[in-house]
């Protein structure tokens, strides 16, 4: 190549770099971060001395518009390097190496197949493109370096964003599990939600930050109405909605948040009633009399061992008696109630509405954003402990020879379930909540 040409080359890749609006990279070690989410490139490039240049950008960038989602979708997170070597360079013994976890400690790196080069204009330009982001959302540290002869004679190092499209499902709750996601720090290029799509967070506390935010009428809700009052196992409190903090440089589209915590579980059963009733009354006394007269001789018949019968003529002075009664004896007394139980136990706490923060710090005229938060309700108070045993029933009064004899009292009722339990407690809603757009504070 012409050393007109090469200058020429160089002029043109310098009034790109000054253009550029992408991720820095640098070929020192530094590691930049690049603003992929709507960036008109999106790409990191770098230029040596030597004439390598190492370019990487996403596949397929989503225009200020949108008027590419499609295609952008369909090669969401696909990066491509393009190493640009001169000819003079490109040797047998030139070498590329890659690792897409450069700031590991074992980065892992790879060497990367140059059977894609194309000759141009005096360079011979590799391509690799890779996809990220299929395991894990967060960010990538990326490097490519050239070897020459086996000495280093280039090398560049960024940090790549995810982008995350969220979508409109109808069949299942579309969870953060489901996107690879948990409590924690997220960094987006693009975050979009589809039109009507709705992300449960279940009480996560996550904090995302994003260049770039579009929402077409979506959601975000803690839980779901039906989870939200659905009691908790008994004895336990409500879950929280947890914590959402979310960040956009940009932000278009209609967004609303629906922070819920769920319904506490049911008390405890009150305390069963120790003891029991008191005892019932003894009946009274039966009354009788007895009158006695003289009585005349008369004869006994007095059995034998040898089962002979002998009358026997015995004078006996003794009396004739006549018992008679004047009044039966009385029944016991029935058995007191037994005492009642104890009150059920108070319901579980109802989880809070959790906290939420947005800040949009450029925000396009159609922005709308919404936030309802509604604390979950105190659970239902438990039931009454069960009442104790009756007393038990009064003795009968004596019974005299010639009364008819009294039945003891029945035993007492058993005494009556304890009253149910309160309601548990509902939590207030927190004054650390935020929604900021453009500066205007909206919540």
Not at 8 to 15: D, N
Not at 64 to 87: C, G, H, M, T, W
Not at 208 to 232: G, V, W
Not at 404 to 429: C, F, H, M
Request: hydrophobic residues 30%.
């Amino acid at each position: 190549m012409s050393k007109n040409m090469y200058r020429l080359t160089l002029i043109l890749v310098s009034l790109f770099l000054a253009m550029n609006l992408g991720c820095q990279g640098s070929s020192s070690g530094e590691k930049k971060e690049a603003p992929t989410g709507g960036a008109p490139e999106g790409q990191t490039t770098k230029v040596f001395p030597n004439g390598i240049m190492i370019d990487i950008a996403k596949l397929v960038e989503l225009r200020e518009d949108q008027s590419n989602f499609p295609e952008f979708k369909e090669n969401l997170n696909v990066f491509q390097a393009r190493i640009s070597i001169p000819e003079t360079l490109y040797k047998a013994s030139t070498e590329i190496r890659r690792s897409h976890k450069a700031d590991a400690v074992n980065p892992g790196y790879e060497v990367v197949p140059k059977a894609s080069a194309e000759y141009k204009d005096g360079y011979y330009v590799v391509t690799d493109t890779f996809r990220l982001f299929e395991r894990s959302l967060v960010k990538s540290s990326v490097a490519y370096k050239v070897y020459v002869d086996e000495k280093a004679a280039a090398g560049n190092t960024v940090i790549l964003l995810p982008d995350l499209v969220v979508p409109k499902v109808t069949d299942k709750a579309l969870t953060l599990d489901a996107l690879g996601m948990a409590s924690g720090k997220y960094e987006f290029g693009n975050l979009i939600l589809e039109r009507d799509a709705v992300l449960f967070t279940q009480g996560a506390e996550i904090q995302l930050f994003t260049n770039r935010l579009i929402s077409d009428q979506a959601r975000i809700e803690t839980f779901s109405h039906e989870e939200a009052i659905k009691a908790a196992d008994d004895l336990d409190n409500g879950r929280s909605g947890g914590a959402i903090y979310l960040q956009a440089k940009t932000g278009t589209g209609s967004l609303h948040v629906e922070m819920r915590g769920t319904k506490g579980g049911k008390g405890a059963i009150g305390d069963n009633a120790s003891g029991t009733g008191t005892t019932g009354g003894t009946g009274a006394d039966g009354v009788a009399y007895t009158e006695c007269e003289p009585h005349p001789r008369f004869a006994v018949s007095v059995p034998r061992e040898s089962d002979v019968l002998m009358m026997v003529n015995r004078p006996i002075e003794t009396q004739r008696c006549y018992s008679w009664c004047e009044r039966n004896p009385g029944s016991g007394g029935q058995g007191g109630k037994g005492p009642t139980g104890g009150k059920g136990k108070k319901g579980g706490t109802g989880g809070s509405s959790g906290t939420i923060n947005i800040l949009v710090n450029k925000a396009q005229p159609n922005v709308q954003i919404t936030v309802n938060r509604i604390p979950g309700e105190g659970g239902e108070g438990g039931e009454g402990g069960k009442g104790g045993s009756g007393g038990a029933g009064g003795a009968a009064g004596s019974q005299p020879r010639s009364c008819k004899a009294a039945s003891a009292g029945a035993t007492g009722p058993t005494g009556d379930q304890g009253p149910k339990g309160d309601s548990g407690d509902v939590i207030e809603l927190d004054n650390t909540s935020s929604v900021i757009v453009d500066g205007k504070e909206i919540l």
